[in-house]
């Protein structure tokens, strides 16, 4: 369960994330819903899934989780490059996080 909970964390940061670029565009309460809510949220989850996860294990995954997530939403959504390069390096992130996960 520890690990779902994780996982939502991951995700409410790259939530924060997005909040972030949204408010570079234009500064409304939506944006600032999405920056706040985002990373309280995703604060909230890290700190119940480390009652249970190693700290070292349960932040490196969670800033894995996003910046994957971050990476992907902006080649996705907001035009950023899609260079093979960067491709691997997203995936040598990701295969770092699985491996703690595993090891775990």
Known sequence: MAWFI??????????GVAGISRINKRRDWQAFLLLFGGFIISFLLLSVAMKTLAMGT????????GTVGSALMGMLF???SKDWKRIL?????????????LIS
């Open 78 to 80: 907001y035009g950023e």
């Open 58 to 65: 349960a932040y490196a995954v969670w800033t894995g989780i």
């Open 89 to 101: 390096f997203i995936a040598m992130v990701l295969s770092a996080a699985v491996g703690l996960k």
């Open 6 to 15: 994780l996982i939502l964390a991951g995700i409410g940061e790259v939530i």
